[in-house]
């Protein structure tokens, strides 16, 4: 009943976490491999939530046909089935352990740490969520308005290729080459 993804995600979790204490050991273990690390497990934790659901939905239906039918032979095929669930509960609860197990060795790590405190140190959550790197943020504070807007009209050129994105601006001053316009400088 286990989805093939989730038995393979589960069966490649050991051989992760060894790769990473390898990578420790050579000192090679990076933010990257870290958080690359944390999204397997993040993952891995919601779609073992996501087959645990569709389950306890199994459960309820073959549950509810129980008790409806009377029919012997019916009866013992959901009986059958109902012991086939309870299995696959003990296997998942087997699973959780060992993925809960992994989550609490990983966010005990000194790499995990270490990772965290970059992050922390060097990173800024916008009011938007999203993280921006404090350098970039400090850099980007120090520029005036003009020079935002010099460097605007620049991305805009780049983009479209000409120096003046509307026809009808070039014309208002016929001396100036065409396709650039004389009133944006």
């Keep these: 009943l286990m989805p093939q993804d989730l038995e393979g995600m589960l069966a490649e979790l050991a051989p992760r976490r060894e790769a990473l204490m390898k990578k420790e050991a050579d000192r090679c273990l990076g933010l990257v491999d870290i958080s690359n690390h944390q999204h397997f497990v993040t993952k891995l934790q919601s779609k073992m939530s996501d087959a645990k659901d569709q389950v306890i939905r199994k459960y309820r239906i073959t549950e509810a046909l129980l008790l409806r ?91 479209e290729g000409r120096s003046c994105p509307d026809p009808a601006l070039s014309s208002a001053n016929s001396s100036s080459a065409a396709g650039e316009c004389s009133s944006l400088r």
């Design 69 to 159: 039918v009377n029919e012997p032979r019916k009866v013992n095929a959901l009986a059958a089935k109902m012991q086939s669930l309870r299995r696959w509960e003990q296997a998942y609860n087997v699973n959780v352990n060992r993925v809960n197990e992994e989550v609490l060795w990983f966010q005990t790590s000194p790499a995990f740490h270490a990772a965290q405190a970059h992050v922390l140190e060097n990173w800024q959550r916008t009011p938007s969520g999203a993280l921006v790197n404090k350098q970039d943020l400090e850099a980007d504070s120090q520029v005036t308005f003009e020079e935002l807007l010099e460097q605007m009209k620049h991305d805009a050129e780049k983009s």
